[in-house]
């Protein structure tokens, strides 16, 4: 089954301490990104990346890493996790640019 | 700047009735046009997309959009609404195809109630 895989699904967490959520897709696709979703905000782009080892910066990368070392995977590290990143995360793939996204069903992160 | 609005935050309907979710967006060129739904706990699911062609694009769960160009619109949808509707609604623009950013830029979102 096509799909995009992302853990933990839940992570309650506090103020500095490192997290990662890693992102799996099993269609080979070559784009993928990651998306934060608040409360009447909708959604908006964190990071996106090309093609292994090719990243760049969305709308609101700031206290955010990825890395894209395989093409299936794509992780998204908070290197020191603060309150204003208590949010609804989601990761998505897509055969190229353009392409319709298939997300993953989200991880809820809240940062203490 | 560019951008997607949805103008509705609610909208409520009765089950049954026809629905029509408003989208607009501010850019120069046609970007590549995308419905989203999102249930409840869930992800988000593509309802239907517009590249280029007919204006009139038909999706999955019986919604259609109508892309606009004169409006900058492409508003979603559906005859007749059934309860398991019920979700938000996110329309979504692609600007890379006119040398805007990639990735998607989302509306806000749109939340659909269906009464019985």
């Known amino acids: 089954e096509a799909q995009v895989t992302q853990n933990p699904r839940y992570l309650i967490t506090v103020t500095g301490k490192k997290l990662t959520v890693t992102c799996s897709q099993n269609m080979n696709h070559e784009y993928m990104s990651w998306y934060r979703q608040d409360p009447g905000l909708g959604l908006r782009q964190i990071y996106y990346?090309?093609?292994?080892?090719?990243?760049d910066k969305g709308d609101v990368p700031e206290g955010y890493k990825v890395s894209r070392k395989e093409k299936r995977n794509f992780p998204l590290i908070l290197e020191s996790p603060s309150p204003n990143q208590t949010s609804l995360y989601f990761c998505?793939?897509?055969?190229?640019?353009?392409?319709?996204?298939?997300f993953g069903d989200g991880t809820r992160l809240s940062i203490l | 700047a560019q951008s997607v609005t949805q103008p509705d935050i609610h909208i409520t309907v009765s089950e049954g009735a026809s629905l029509e979710l408003r989208c607009n967006y501010s850019?120069?060129?046609?970007?590549?046009l995308f419905w989203y739904v999102q249930s409840p706990g869930q992800g988000l699911q593509l309802l239907l997309k517009y590249f280029s062609g007919d204006t009139l694009v038909q999706g999955i769960k019986g919604f259609e959009a109508e892309f606009k160009r004169s409006q900058s619109s492409f508003n979603l949808r559906k005859p007749s609404v059934h309860w398991s509707d019920a979700a938000e609604y996110f329309c979504a623009v692609d600007l890379s195809s006119g040398g805007g950013a990639d990735g998607l830029t989302f509306g806000k979102g749109t939340h659909l109630i269906i009464q019985p």
């Open positions: 998505a793939s897509s055969q190229g640019r353009n392409q319709p996204q298939h």
């Open positions: 990346s090309m093609n292994v080892e090719v990243t």
């Open positions: 850019y120069g060129a046609t970007p590549y």
